[in-house]
């Protein structure tokens, strides 16, 4: 098999892609996988699935810290480090176990109390479900089950959605 | 309402009315909100601040009790004008540079203000005289209650409301309160205070927020956490330490009342003189001898000025404000001239 992206060398890196709730396997040369680990700010940080894979050594934990990137905004935790500003409201999902530590140190709490927006309290029971999701994703992407990972997204994708809807009907 | 409109009425903050106004000049609560999805201003695009920007003036549009309030365009203001609001308390130093799809929404009566993109997507504030920290909550309880029918919130029932710096996270709430310190300052006990304070994770700031010195005795007091504690328990817990400030500044004011009377009287009385006869004076004099005259009038040591037309002289001597009742830029010289001219006109000894 050669490499899909430059057609020349010889596929030796198989990836597994989730772009917009699409999964597609993708089967490149090393030089072509490496060069799109860099191009690539994805959902799952290319770069740190190559980092599992053919023969990219696997990178430190420190490394890894750094390399993962908020879905939604595409910045980085090494740019919240830097920068010590967080990109959007969903960097705290994305950077979620490193920030309670540190939420912890600066409040001496990891834990809300007080008011919430009215409409979450009656979705609350839904984004606890999608919390959980979440926490399944983390570990199957870990695990590099791939396929299972795509199917919790589509079904968060799909709970975020409703909760949207729900959101709109509420105000209507 | 034009900006100019504002030089018709005091800024809330200075009307020395509300409990404990001796001591307490005003109460105030910020609460920071977020946009769902869209990147915070700092790591936001022109076109995805503007979507903030549009949005959030159309729902407060939709508030029913804040129908009485002006939307400005930062970037529409001169910098008189952005000097003119941060003076009067109606947004912060920050808001005032880079001024792309920035705005600020402000109440006629001033007690109520939403920076648009400031550090956070939403930053309101509700600012009261004196030492009613409960009731200006409730006011920006309603505010943000009214604003989270229209908008959806960046939050996560575990961190709460979720803000670009992580140390406003939770209730995205700052409760701060402006103190007059006189008597603590003279009788050297205010770091023994501010000492004991910051112990107990509460921020001192100076007249002008983050980063400004304490000037005139100012001191404002505010929370430093904001996860982990409900909005009543942090406004309790501001309360609680106000409250003993309060006492101890009026026991210092008692003891050189009593034991230093004289020594009390000739400052106070010599920083009167200095205002009423000066022809060159610069800000930072100027609020310094102010304090103290505000003290002599606290004490009844100084008579026959009116309480409001002194606590009004600390805004108008502003450089903003000067430029904005001269209706002219005026060089810094220019401002120490006609400050002067205006204390000696409003002390009634022009």
Redesign the interface.
């Known amino acids: 098999m050669l490499c899909e992206i430059c057609g020349k060398n010889p596929a030796t890196v198989h990836l597994t892609e989730i772009v917009d709730d699409q999964m597609s396997e993708l089967h490149l040369c090393e030089e072509c996988a490496r060069k799109k680990s860099q191009d690539m700010e994805q959902a799952f940080g290319l770069s740190d699935l190559l980092g599992g894979m053919a023969d990219v050594t696997k990178p430190e934990k420190d490394k890894e810290t750094v390399l993962v990137k908020c879905p939604?905004?595409g910045?980085s935790y090494a740019d919240f480090k830097k920068?010590?500003?967080?990109?959007?409201?969903?960097c705290?999902?994305a950077f979620k176990k490193y920030?309670a530590p540190?939420?912890k140190r600066?409040?001496?709490?990891?834990?809300?109390?007080?008011?919430?927006?009215?409409?979450?309290a009656k979705g609350?029971k839904k984004?606890?479900d999608i919390?959980e999701l979440r926490n399944k994703l983390q570990r199957a992407i870990e695990q590099e089950a791939f396929e299972e990972a795509a199917r919790l997204r589509d079904q968060i994708r799909q709970l975020e959605k409703k909760m949207d809807e729900e959101?709109i009907e509420e105000?209507e | 309402m034009k900006i100019n409109d504002l030089l018709n009425h005091s800024s809330e903050w200075l009307k020395g009315t509300g409990p404990n106004s001796d001591i307490v000049i005003s109460s105030r609560i910020r609460l920071a909100r977020s946009l769902s999805k869209l990147p915070f201003p700092h790591w936001a695009n022109k076109k995805q601040s503007e979507q903030v920007c549009d949005a959030v003036v159309e729902a407060a549009g939709k508030v029913g009790f804040l129908k009485q309030t002006t939307v400005f365009k930062l970037a529409d203001l001169d910098s008189v004008d952005k000097q003119f609001l941060v003076e009067r308390h109606l947004m912060s130093h920050d808001h005032a540079q880079k001024t792309d799809s920035k705005a600020v929404i402000i109440d006629h009566e001033e007690i109520i203000s939403i920076m648009v993109n400031e550090e956070d997507h939403i930053r309101m504030q509700v600012m009261q005289s004196g030492f009613n920290l409960f009731e200006t909550w409730n006011i920006g309880n309603k505010v943000d209650d009214a604003l989270a029918k229209e908008l959806p919130y960046a939050f996560l029932p575990d961190w709460g409301y979720l803000t670009a710096c992580p140390t406003n996270t939770g209730t995205g709430m700052r409760g701060s309160v402006m103190l007059h310190l006189p008597a603590l300052v003279m009788t050297r006990q205010i770091d023994r205070v501010l000492a004991a304070i910051a112990k107990l994770s509460f921020n001192t700031r100076g007249l002008y927020g983050e980063g400004t010195q304490a000037l005139g005795n100012f001191f404002q007091i505010s929370n430093q956490v904001s996860l982990g504690h409900g909005e009543d328990e942090i406004i309790g817990n501001i309360n609680g330490i106000i409250r003993q400030i309060i006492e101890q500044e009026h026991q210092a004011r008692e003891l050189m009342f009593s034991k230093n009377r004289a020594l009390l009287e000739d400052k106070i009385n010599r920083s009167f003189g200095i205002l009423k006869s000066a022809y060159i004076i610069s800000s930072q004099e100027t609020i310094e001898l102010l304090s103290l005259v505000r003290l002599g009038l606290d004490l009844g040591l100084i008579k026959h000025i009116d309480r409001a037309r002194l606590n009004d002289l600390f805004i108008a001597t502003q450089p903003a404000h000067l430029q904005k009742i001269e209706n002219k830029k005026l060089t810094s010289e220019e401002r120490d001239v006609k400050r002067a001219e205006i204390i000696r006109e409003r002390l009634g000894v022009a």
């Open positions: 939604n905004c910045l920068i010590g500003r967080l990109g959007c409201g969903e705290y999902n920030l540190l939420l600066i409040h001496g709490s990891s834990q809300h109390i007080g008011k919430s927006p009215a409409k979450f609350l984004t606890l919390e959101n105000k």
